[in-house]
Every structure is written in structure tokens, then in C-alpha cells.
């Protein structure tokens, strides 16, 4: 199995990145919910002191003084766990923020099983599934911190709602540094003509790692990274099913996620043999990362287990 290069924690490039966007733009506020210290926006609160603003644990009240900061020109990044962006103030997402448009960038860490240390209740896994469903809201799954940091950079000139999924470990890096981040477009890391893997965040590096398991076996697996949830890559999602057997990986519930979005796609532009690989409608344990990716079947030697298993049916 290929040993893939380890990159900085995302919520450590989400305290640097938004730190080095506000001295570019004075437009660049942060609004946090007394978790500076854990999503690192301490590293912006001591770089702009003045453009820090700290809500305390009241999440409904931060997204609404978010919404209300966009009115007047600034553009907020809404610093907190994924739990307390996405699900606690759900209500003040979908009226203030995505239904008006405004430019807020919810850009929470502590998404999926690398939070589940920190017990059950803050295991988040249909984030993405609500987020997508929202109009007008932007979704993005960064891979690495490579793409990460391309994805902050980009929601930073983006006029409107853009939800951006951080997790709290360090993980493995796949894409190369300054590497450009493009909205909308899927990336082929590996070709392959057995069957097409996709995948979305930091499972991706997972699922490259399985492919490489799965050449021992004698399957040619196509890997194909789809970062943006929405707007979705249609016309990559449908090349990517040239294959002939698709299967989707995900650190997310299949629900809903990236298995219900290409399911989506695929049964209206391509109709293509779909299986999904992720949380299959259940609330996951508290526990340690690599535990919980052994439980529930994402590590590389798990996915790849899977995927032979599908196909051999």
C-alpha cells in the first residue's frame, strides 16, 4: 500500500489561511463560539484582535450575528464544530444566512469520526446531506490541506453562503502545494478501468491507499475525488461511470452524501451499477480515529475488503 505524505490539520489551515486573508482584505471578520483554542482561530484572534468577535457558547445567536455582519459589507468565517454550525443553529442557517444569501462562510472543523474522542453528541455525519439541500449554499469537502486552504481562499471571493467541512487531525495529503482550487470539478487521482471509486474529504486519501490494495488483487480501480457537493461536477460524475460499476466511499452518512448524490446523477444522465460505502443510516460510536474507521469500515484494508466483496456478487 502507498504511504502518502502527512499534511497540517485543516482547522491549522483554516487559522493561518483567514489570518493571511484579513491582511489582505479588511473586509475579513471571524465570529467564534468560545472554541478559538480548539478550531485554531486563536491564530487569528492574536493576529487581528480587532476582527475577532467571540459569541460564546450561543451558535443560534453567532450565525445570526454572522448573517448580520454580511449586511454591512464584512465577510464573517464562522469558526466552531461541525455539531454546532450545521445542526444546533439549523434554523438560523436556512432563514438568516442561506435563504437570504448572505456572504457567510461557515467553515466549521470537527467534522466526521475525527471528532469522536469528544463523545457521541458531537459525531456529526449528515452534515453534508443538509448543507447540500439548502439553495444557494456551496459545499466543499476538502481532500488535504493543500485543498483546504485552495477551498478558504476561494469562499473568500465568492459572493454568497459557502459551507466548508474541516476536520480537527492532522491527515494524509494527496495533492501537491499550491495546487489551484477549481469549484465545481471532480479530480481523477488515479485511473483505472474495473471499476470507479468515488470519494469526497479526507476519505479520499483512504480510498487511493485501498486502490492501491485492490492492484494486489488483480482489480484496476479508478479513484476520482469529488470535493464540491454542490455545485456537483455532473458531466465528471458521468465520465467517471465510463467504468461500468460505480462505488462511492464516504465519511458521512450514504444518505443523502456524496452515495446519494452521484445515485442522483447517475439515475437520470447515466444509469450505472451504484453501491455506497458509509454510514448506512446509524449514529456512531465515541471513540478513537482509528478505531472508529476500523468499526465502521473506512480504512484503506476495510474499503478495500468492500469493494473486492461487491464485486465478486
Known sequence: ?????????????????????????????????DVASSTKAD?????????????????????????GLATTGLIPFVSTFVAFAVVRPLDQVRVLIA????????????????????????????????????????????????EAEGALRWAAQYDGPV???????????????GRPFEIGKVAVLRDGSDVSLLSTGTQTPRVLQAADLLAEQGVD??????????PLDVDGIVEAASTGRVITVEEHSVLGGLGGAVAEVLS??????????????????????????????????????????????
Do not use: C, W
Open 1 to 33: 500500500m502507498m504511504t502518502l505524505p502527512m499534511g497540517l490539520a485543516q482547522r491549522e489551515v483554516f487559522g493561518r489561511v483567514v489570518s493571511a486573508l484579513a491582511d489582505e482584505d479588511p473586509r475579513i471578520v471571524v465570529v467564534d463560539g
Open 43 to 67: 491564530i487569528f484572534e492574536k493576529a487581528h484582535p480587532d476582527k475577532f468577535l467571540e459569541m460564546g457558547i450561543a451558535e443560534q445567536n453567532m450565525l445570526g450575528v454572522a448573517a
Open 99 to 146: 435563504q437570504t444569501g448572505a456572504n457567510v462562510k461557515i467553515t466549521p472543523s470537527y467534522a466526521g469520526l475525527f471528532t469522536g474522542s469528544t463523545g457521541m453528541s458531537h459525531i456529526i455525519v449528515d452534515d453534508l446531506a443538509i448543507m447540500r439541500d439548502m439553495p444557494g449554499m456551496v459545499v466543499i469537502a476538502p481532500a488535504d490541506d493543500v
Open 163 to 177: 459551507y466548508v467541512r474541516l476536520v480537527r487531525d492532522v491527515t494524509a495529503r494527496v495533492f501537491e502545494p
Open 221 to 230: 480501480a479508478r479513484v476520482v475525488h469529488v470535493p464540491t457537493l454542490k
Open 268 to 313: 437520470e444522465h447515466r444509469p450505472t451499477r451504484l453501491d455506497r460505502l458509509g454510514f448506512q443510516d446509524v449514529y456512531p460510536e465515541s471513540g478513537t480515529n482509528d478505531d472508529l474507521l476500523d468499526l465502521y469500515g473506512l480504512t484503506p484494508q476495510k474499503v478495500a475488503e468492500q469493494v473486492a466483496d461487491r464485486l465478486r456478487r
